[in-house]
């Protein structure tokens, strides 16, 4: 039986549930490791998870926001922070100036050549009116999904490239 003296357990056990797509079981053993340790920031970032895949915007930043606070290089949760806070639908969850400003750390904590973190960049530059550079991270991450041979994420960018696109011709 797993209990607070074995927090890694808690969290490796509590990230294979999420992983398997068995949310509520895996949120049950990362609260346990929470109410250990608040701080953990794996199991920060997965609590994020469970919650972002719930449609809790909201609960999914402040987790992410903890995460990186424990982890201020973790580039999975900066990213999914600042996707969140440029594309949430939740006003609470939503901030695209936030978005923006973690870009730069993002970037510069080689987060550069991933076509999911480049989206991500696209998707900040956009919410804040800036489609030039939307169109150019945007492609950037087209070519980032290419590489790595995922055609299916590659068309996805590059029909939001084609929306950025659109906005620059207004």
């Known amino acids: 039986k797993l209990g607070p003296a074995n927090l890694n357990a808690l969290g490796a056990y509590g990230n294979y549930l999420v992983r398997a797509k068995r949310m509520d079981e895996g949120a049950v053993f990362l609260r346990k490791a929470l109410e250990v340790s608040p701080a953990d920031p794996r199991a920060n970032?997965?609590?994020a998870t469970v919650y972002s895949e719930e449609?809790?915007?909201v609960r999914a930043v402040e987790h992410l926001k903890r995460a990186i606070e424990s982890a201020p290089g973790c580039i999975p949760a900066l990213n999914n922070l600042a996707w969140l806070m440029a594309t949430?639908?939740?006003s609470g969850g939503r901030d695209p100036v936030r978005a923006l400003?973690?870009?730069d750390p993002l970037l510069a904590s080689?987060?550069?050549g991933d076509a999911s973190v480049l989206a991500t960049v696209a998707a900040a530059h956009a919410?804040?009116?800036r489609?030039?550079?939307a169109v150019e991270f945007g492609g950037k991450a087209v070519?980032?999904?290419r590489a790595r041979g995922d055609e299916e994420l590659a068309g996805t960018f590059e029909k939001r490239v084609r929306g950025y696109e659109q906005n620059l011709e207004r």
């Open 45 to 47: 970032y997965l609590m």
């Open 55 to 57: 449609g809790d915007e």
């Open 88 to 90: 949430s639908t939740n």
């Open 101 to 103: 400003q973690l870009v």
């Open 110 to 112: 080689g987060g550069g």
């Open 127 to 129: 919410e804040n009116g």
């Open 131 to 133: 489609f030039a550079q």
């Open 143 to 145: 070519a980032a999904a």
